[in-house]
């Protein structure tokens, strides 16, 4: 069974994509902020990553740089999910090494074809 990071600042937002996520037969794991998110990778290598941009102590962006840096971690597939749904908002993410990027609000079955499908990679 694969396993997801699910990385949003927002409690509401995080329940919602993981309980989206494990209805779908998924493992997930959850983080508060990028500085979180980077402890958990450290010690939990996931098969995915979902990160939302605008959080506190360090943005998506540079969460996902640093992931994409790193020779252990640099080919997890990263879904960039944020309500930044302006067409720079998109390219700077993919430019970041996001794999895919999705914007809020999205639809369910988006978010769950996406990681399926970079799942299977």
Not at 109 to 115: A, K, Y
Request: net charge negative; charged share 25%; with cysteine.
């Amino acid at each position: 069974m694969s396993t997801v990071l699910v990385v949003e600042d927002s409690a509401a937002q995080r329940e919602m994509i993981t309980d989206l996520l494990r209805k779908s037969g998924l493992k997930v794991t959850a983080a508060s902020d990028g500085v979180e998110a980077l402890e958990s990778i450290q010690s939990h290598l996931p098969d995915l990553i979902v990160l939302d941009i605008v959080m506190p102590k360090m943005n998506g962006y540079e969460v996902c740089r640093r992931i994409k840096a790193d020779p252990a971690t640099q080919n997890v597939p990263v879904v960039m999910c944020s309500s930044k749904g302006e067409e720079f908002d998109r390219y700077w993410g993919m430019k970041q090494g996001a794999d895919a990027y999705i914007a809020k609000p999205f639809q369910p079955t988006e978010l769950v074809g996406t990681v399926k499908q970079l799942l299977r990679g």
